[in-house]
């Protein structure tokens, strides 16, 4: 498991702790517990925005396909966009999650080397997109909820991508699903990238996982450009109020969904289970109301975002 | 998704107001030109019709009939909610931004009638914060959106964007599912909207009411894309193709439905108008604009 900076000496105390387990030394263990308490509890309760990043990023984080696995007790997975290829930066997925029919469509950025470059590390080309709503379009023939797992640092910036329409294929999902006539449901689950994330987020209930960020450009794009300093990637970070506590504090996310005390990385079951249960308590609210108040709901959502002076 | 980047490197030289009587030289072909007669031109080159950026005023005057411009919601100002600093403020952005174009938005919005037909038009100007997608401008695509709904009119947008402004962060990102959502419901209504993409269309822009329109229409040479030139070179490191991400480019790969001269637009755009609005070529809306020829509509 990969240790990040700020985790070092919480990696220190649990060796410490095995260390003393061997050597019997129950007063050294007792203490040695204590103090590893404290350390999670002060490390967690006071991290900066930029240590929030590096969870977001964190190479053993969850993905769509973990969480995936976690919730839905039936499913068989779908392909294609129907125009040109299916592209493996984004699955789909029909099934069952708590006994309740659904769609999850998600961005998956590959867990070895083989398996990121089969999945373009989770940066969707606009058959991606495509894929992503030739489904959700299917599931609203049907009347199935949908789910979005979103985890990208973007759509991909590449020639075939704008050859085929990036631009277009993200503007048409967010047209798409602004009234797209089933509740719908987006979890941000590690890194959400910008126009390539927002492609799969316009929907009725939008929640962050605690260590998640989403943001309007990679904190390492705003440092080249606004500070012409690729070094001033903490300060763009911060700057950006990118994470699932500030954005939920503006009023820009509707929900945060908690995490496993040291992050979603340490317990995907726990993880899991609380996006299972952010998600079928969303869909027992959403599927109550008429769709025509859903709908106007969703649409007056959106139409308030934004901060500007005079009337 | 600011790709701002690029801006600096694709600057173009605007023919310069204060000097009617001075040269100009086409960066494109190298010709020098008169000022005035490449204003005759709509702003293009006489010599290969490389087509300079204009600002939004420049635009309004050339597609929107004389005197019958109203601009609305002049009064929207950013508000600066994250109080966002990097090298500058934001606020100091927005004052020198005020100072180069005498707006606090990069969009002049309102309504007029193009060849007699009252449309609503939003403009973006490139000058003012690379005609960067903020809350501000967001809002006033909205609004514009909702007048045309209120009187079954027409909408266009003319797009001049590096994308989302940044220091708006979020509250920028969202505007693109905002105005995509607002689009929604113009379609809803079954009016026609008309997308003009400028130089240059990219971002934030170019992936939400941009690429919209029932019809989209690129001007000759503008550089349209998601990812800017740079990004791209350097996420697959090679070099890019010929053309790449010009309107023809676009309408070559089925992205944009016409690349239109810039001494054209207006009748096209005119045209089309009615066409999806089924006016009459005798309704006097129709017809008081339109006295510069009398040939059939095309098509
Ligand atoms: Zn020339």
């Known amino acids: ?311 | 998704m600011g790709f701002t980047d690029f801006l600096k490197r694709f600057k173009k030289p605007q023919p310069k107001k204060q000097e009617p009587s001075s040269w100009i030289k086409c960066p494109a072909c190298g010709a020098i030109s008169f000022y005035k007669e490449v204003q005759k031109e709509f702003n293009t080159c006489p010599k290969c019709n490389y087509h300079f950026r204009i600002d939004a005023e420049e635009r309004i005057k050339m597609l929107i009939d004389e005197g019958s411009f109203k601009e609305y919601d002049k009064e929207l100002e950013p508000k600066d909610p994250l109080n966002f600093v990097d090298k500058k403020s934001y606020k100091k952005r927005i004052e020198e931004g005020y100072k180069k174009t005498g707006r606090k938005s990069a969009v002049i919005s309102g309504e007029g009638r193009i060849n007699g037909i009252p449309i609503q038009i939003v403009v973006f100007d490139f000058k003012f914060m690379g005609g960067s997608l903020g809350s501000v401008e967001g809002e006033k695509i909205v609004r514009a959106i909702n007048r045309a709904i209120k009187k079954e009119q027409g909408l266009l947008i003319v797009s001049a964007s590096g994308g989302a402004r940044m220091q708006e962060s979020t509250f920028s990102l969202l505007q693109m599912a905002k105005t995509a959502s607002a689009l929604a419901s113009l379609a809803e209504h079954r009016l026609p909207y008309i997308s003009l993409l400028t130089d240059p269309t990219y971002g934030g822009v170019s992936a939400s009411f941009a690429f919209l329109g029932d019809i989209i229409i690129g001007e000759p040479g503008a550089m349209i894309g998601f990812a800017g030139p740079r990004v791209i070179k350097q996420t697959i490191g090679a070099e890019l193709p010929e053309g790449f991400q010009r309107s023809e480019f676009l309408l070559k790969h089925g992205l944009i439905d016409m690349v239109v001269n810039r001494k054209e637009l207006k009748k096209t755009i005119s045209d089309l108008f009615a066409y999806l609005l089924k006016l009459p070529r005798n309704t006097p809306a129709h017809r008081e604009g339109n006295s510069t020829d009398d040939s059939s509509p095309k098509g």
Not at chain 1, 46 to 54: E, G, I, M, N, R
Not at chain 1, 245 to 255: A, P, Q, S, Y
Request: hydrophobic residues 40%.
């Open chain 1, 1 to 311: 498991m990969a240790i990040l900076p700020f985790e070092k000496r919480i990696e220190e105390l649990k060796e410490q702790i095995e260390v003393a387990k061997l050597k019997n030394d129950q007063p050294a263990v007792e203490t040695l517990q204590k103090e590893l308490k404290k350390e999670i509890e002060k490390t967690f309760s006071s991290l900066t925005p930029y240590q929030k990043l590096q969870l977001a990023r964190h190479p053993d984080r969850p993905h769509s396909l973990d969480i995936i696995n976690l919730i839905m007790e039936e499913k068989y997975e779908l392909h294609g966009d129907r125009h040109f290829a299916d592209d493996k930066a984004i699955v789909a997925f029909i099934g069952r999650i708590g006994g309740k029919e659904a769609v999850v469509i998600g961005e998956e950025r590959g867990r070895d080397t083989k398996d990121k470059i089969k999945r373009n590390f989770g940066m969707p080309h606009p058959e991606g997109y495509r894929k992503a709503l030739r489904i959700a379009k299917m599931a609203e023939k049907f009347k199935l909820p949908v789910l979005f797992l979103i985890d990208t640092a973007g759509a991909f910036p590449g020639i075939g991508a704008e050859e085929r329409g990036q631009s277009e294929a993200i503007a048409r999902n967010l047209f798409e699903l602004s009234r797209l006539k089933v509740p719908t449901i987006a979890v941000v689950i590690g890194e959400g990238g910008s126009g390539g994330a927002l492609a799969l987020g316009v929907v009725d209930r939008f929640a962050m996982l605690k260590y998640s960020v989403f943001s309007v450009i990679s904190p390492e794009g705003c440092a080249a450009i606004l500070w012409g300093d690729n070094k001033k990637v903490e300060s763009a970070t911060k700057a950006l109020k990118i994470s699932a506590e500030e954005l939920k504090k503006l009023g820009l996310i509707d929900d945060i969904i908690d995490e496993p005390k040291e992050g979603a990385h340490r317990d995907y079951q726990t993880t899991a289970q609380n996006i299972k249960n952010y998600f079928l308590q969303k869909l027992d609210e959403l599927s109550a109301l008429p769709l025509e108040q859903l709908l106007q709901q969703r649409f007056e959502k959106y139409l308030n975002y934004g901060e500007f002076k005079g009337k």
